[in-house]
């Protein structure tokens, strides 16, 4: 707009729902060369950190008087990029830089609906335990083959990976098939398979048709994204089937469209495909949105676990074997390597003897993980290989593990196991950590599909990280017996039943609580219905001596998100100058918890005072940004440093524990090095972040008598 880039900054994403209203903040011009710059600006420069480009594409102003309108306070456009499209609308609050952003209805007249056809990130699906039912879920059968992304545009189609690699070249001969759909530009998501003589599709068939010339590969399309400059991603899936129905009919060549089963078929079809020796099924969301990266609204159930791992060496032959005797893999988990075992069966002679020749080329002077494991050739961890097994066990390693072929579709870096997996085998199939579970397909998040095991597996698979925070300590939960969307409520004893690896006691002065020990006191209270665990800020031994203070960074919806990560510095701040380390973590929510770590010297009356008070010195450095009066009113625009967690009885969620809110989000520990990069819309459980394992307290310490009396707590 007159020759610079007017801008905005919106900190929780620009929205995609029209029901949603997002601050936009108006920062100042950018030069128009920002819009090609990529890379990083150094510490001490303005914007100093990484920059990326997200989307490019053209802007285009709406209404006769629009430059009249901008002056004024308001803008309405159509963005016409490779991600956005669509109509917003930009609005002036009552003074600058606030902004308020939402999207149009695309469906008002008038509203363009452009785009050019380029490559899309794919939706994912997630593993589930069991098949969905509800009259939303459609069902297709799960391929086994190299998920593509068809594109086609001005004539030409390209065929890219999943993560954007294009490979057109290596499915020259599919490619030209794909091009002869439509004159017309399209977008299509599927997946390349080569059928076997009883029509299941096979993973290693198609890598050796990729060896030739391809001609066995089909196209196995099961979404239509674009079509002739429309995006078509903002539509229900049962929309977008039925428009690629009508752009590829009854095809049976090289490019075909993936059979869809209704709503109630789910189960009968999972039976039959396991029955015929398929992977399993894929259940998708029939009025979803198309939603790049996103494991919402698909997911997908497998008769037989399956996943990739990383190689990270090799044994040497036994008897007449060729080549080597079994793969040591291994998969990362927060970053790190976490040996998973060997498998030593699936290979042909021939395959034998080609893997061998290229771990020629990656062979490593030490192992990639701890090990004492004798008689291994180590590798550099690139190589990604795809196994079949029958399940993970206790000590986290494969058993009856087969391989399948090599992917190069996917980096190593993100290789992780799909924690759904971390069972163990027949009779104590339901039973995690030793807890027998019930009702174990329950939703208990219903639009994520996300069940009671899944909830239980998960707390197994943290609970070593949550339990030097719940161990010993007076609990309070909030339970969701029929799942989030039916009746919750908190309870902090159990008048009736007490759970298994639970112990309820009394207090001195009469109060009932009760307390757990150890990872499996965790999920024998999941299983008992418990989302959240809130622990007190004192151990059961001395309950009226607090070893942990917390102050709740709670933003007014206005607030932007960056002002949240400076208030929580602030405080950061404030506390080490008075010689004290305290920690962060998200809460879950909206807002940010800092957390001390103290010794056990004083009581509850004083450290309740001391948390009030050192909020009242950070509300008084922006009177205009903070507050520390609990009214709704009061904090409209506002922080509200929530000190009133700091009390006896009082509670905080625990570092890793789950909220009982939709999406499943986490409240997740930070390292202050890693501040600015903690996300306004925080870490949900289907997705685990990769985090520092190590967020423990740090030494016990005082707090100074001198900031005591310097704050006004003590004479």
């Known amino acids: 707009m007159d020759g610079v880039l007017v801008s905005w900054a919106v900190p929780k994403e620009i929205p995609d729902d029209p029901a949603a209203k997002r601050l936009a903040v108006h920062v100042e011009d950018h030069p128009l060369d920002y819009g090609k710059f990529e890379g990083e600006i150094p510490k001490g420069s303005y914007g100093a950190g990484k920059v990326e480009l997200w989307d490019r594409g053209v802007w285009e102003p709406l209404g006769k008087s629009w430059e009249k309108e901008y002056q004024k306070g308001k803008l309405k456009f159509a963005l016409h990029g490779g991600k956005l499209n669509g109509v917003w609308l930009l609005a002036r609050m009552k003074e600058e830089p606030n902004w308020l952003m939402r999207k149009l209805d695309t469906d008002l007249p008038g509203v363009v609906k452009k785009e050019t056809a380029s490559f899309v990130e794919p939706q994912l699906a ?81 890598q050796e048709a990729l060896k030739h010339d391809g001609g066995e590969i089909v196209f196995m399309a099961f979404d239509l994204l674009h079509s002739d400059g429309e995006n078509l991603r903002e539509l229900p899936l049962n929309e977008r089937q039925r428009r690629l129905a009508a752009l590829l009919g009854d095809k049976s060549g090289g490019v075909r469209i993936s059979k869809i089963w209704p709503a109630d078929q789910g189960a009968d079809l999972f039976r039959q495909a396991c029955k015929n020796g398929l992977e399993g099924i894929v259940s998708k969301n029939s009025k979803g949105r198309y939603l790049a990266g996103q494991r919402r609204d698909w997911v997908k159930s497998k008769c037989r676990a399956r996943q990739e791992f990383v190689i990270c060496g090799y044994t040497a032959p036994k008897g007449s074997l060729q080549g080597f005797g079994a793969l040591v893999l291994a998969s990362y988990e927060n970053s790190k390597l976490i040996p998973r075992g060997k498998v030593g069966t699936g290979f ?112 197994e698979r943290v609970g070593e990280l949550m339990l030097p925070y719940l161990a010993d300590r007076p609990l309070a939960l909030l339970r969701a017996p029929s799942g989030i969307t039916g009746e919750t409520f908190f309870q902090k004893s159990f008048p009736n039943h007490i759970p298994d690896e639970v112990h309820q006691t009394e207090l001195k002065d009469g109060t009932t609580i ?78 940010l918890h800092i957390v001390l770590p103290i010794r056990r010297s004083h009581n509850w009356d004083t450290m309740r005072d001391f948390t009030k008070a050192v909020s009242a010195e950070i509300a008084k450095m922006n009177p205009k940004r903070f507050t520390i009066v609990s009214s709704k009113a009061k904090r409209v625009g506002k922080i509200y440093i929530d000190w009133m967690r700091n009390g006896r009885g009082a509670t905080c969620i625990a570092p890793w524990c789950l909220r009982a809110r939709p999406g499943a989000a986490v409240s997740m520990p930070f390292d202050w090095d890693d501040l600015a990069e903690i996300p306004a819309n925080g870490f949900v459980m289907s997705e685990p972040p990769e985090t520092p394992r190590d967020w423990l307290h740090p030494a016990s310490q005082n707090v100074p008598v001198a900031l005591l009396r310097e704050l006004g707590v003590i004479a």
Not at 549 to 573: C, H, I, N, Q
């Open 126 to 206: 997630r593993v589930v335990p069991s098949v969905p039912d509800g009259a939303d879920w459609t069902h297709e059968l799960k391929f086994d083959g190299y998920r593509l992304i068809a594109v086609k545009h001005g004539g030409e189609t390209k065929l890219f990976t999943r993560n954007g690699h294009d490979w057109t070249d290596r499915f020259a001969k599919l490619a030209g098939q794909v091009d002869d759909v439509s004159d017309k530009d399209f977008i299509l998501d599927g997946e390349a398979v080569v059928f076997d003589g009883k029509g299941r599709s096979s993973f290693g068939a198609l």
């Open 514 to 591: 009760f307390q757990i020990h150890s990872v499996a006191g965790i999920v024998s209270l999941a299983q008992f219905g418990a989302i959240e665990f809130h622990p007190w800020g004192a151990k059961i031994d001395r309950p009226e001596r607090p070893d942990t203070l917390t102050w709740d960074l709670d933003p007014d919806t206005s607030v932007p998100w960056r002002e949240v990560l400076g208030a929580a510095a602030l405080l950061r701040d404030f506390l080490r100058d008075h010689g004290l380390e305290p920690m962060v973590k998200t809460s879950g929510g909206k807002g």
């Open 348 to 459: 042909t002679d021939r395959k034998r003897t080609e893997l061998l020749e290229t771990f020629s080329k990656l062979k490593a002077k030490k192992p990639a993980f701890d090990s004492t494991e004798p008689d291994v050739t180590w590798l550099e961890p690139g190589l990604v290989a795809e196994i079949e097994f029958a399940e993970i066990t206790r000590d986290g390693s494969i058993r009856q593990g087969s391989f399948i072929g090599l992917r190069e579709d996917k980096p190593a870096a993100d290789v992780h196991l799909d924690g759904i997996r971390e069972s163990t085998a027949g009779k104590d199939k339901d039973k995690v950590a030793g807890i027998a579970i019930s009702h174990p397909d329950r939703l208990v998040y219903p639009k994520g599909g996300i069940t009671k095991m899944e909830v239980a597996r998960y707390f």
